[in-house]
């Protein structure tokens, strides 16, 4: 089975950077597609960037030129760069992929999920 496995959320200063990593594992292929979302108290679930198996990356408004999502195919791992810090990024931030390999990126649903990591920016 498909494990997913957040780490690097931790708390930081307003205009602070974060790394948060995803490792995968129960699977030997590369992902179709990949992202990260992110929940905060009270509010719904927000996708915060997408990337497919060409590396083409999508985007919220709320994080464009602050947040950067990557993958290291080699090793199974996709991680979420973020600059910039404000209070309002402050959620617990999931990974999610998809290896069906067919459709689009993001798909309606993902069919993987993990844990999730809690991020928190201080003012």
């Known amino acids: 089975q498909v494990q997913l496995l957040e780490s690097g959320g931790r708390s930081v200063q307003s205009g602070g950077s974060l790394r948060l990593s995803c490792a995968a594992s129960?699977?030997?292929?590369?992902?179709?597609?990949m992202g990260w979302f992110r929940q905060a108290p009270g509010k719904e679930r927000e996708g915060v960037a997408y990337?497919?198996?060409?590396?083409?990356?999508n985007y919220a408004d709320s994080v464009k030129g602050r947040f950067t999502i990557s993958q290291d195919d080699a090793k199974n791992t996709l991680y979420l760069q973020m600059n910039s810090l404000k209070p309002e990024d402050s959620a617990m931030y999931y990974c999610?992929?998809?290896?069906?390999?067919?459709?689009?990126?993001?798909?309606?649903?993902?069919?993987?999920w993990g844990r999730g990591t809690q991020v928190t920016v201080s003012s």
């Open positions: 999610a992929a998809d290896y069906r390999r067919r459709g689009t990126c993001p798909p309606r649903e993902f069919p993987y």
């Open positions: 129960g699977y030997t292929y590369s992902s179709y597609c």
């Open positions: 990337i497919d198996r060409n590396g083409r990356t």
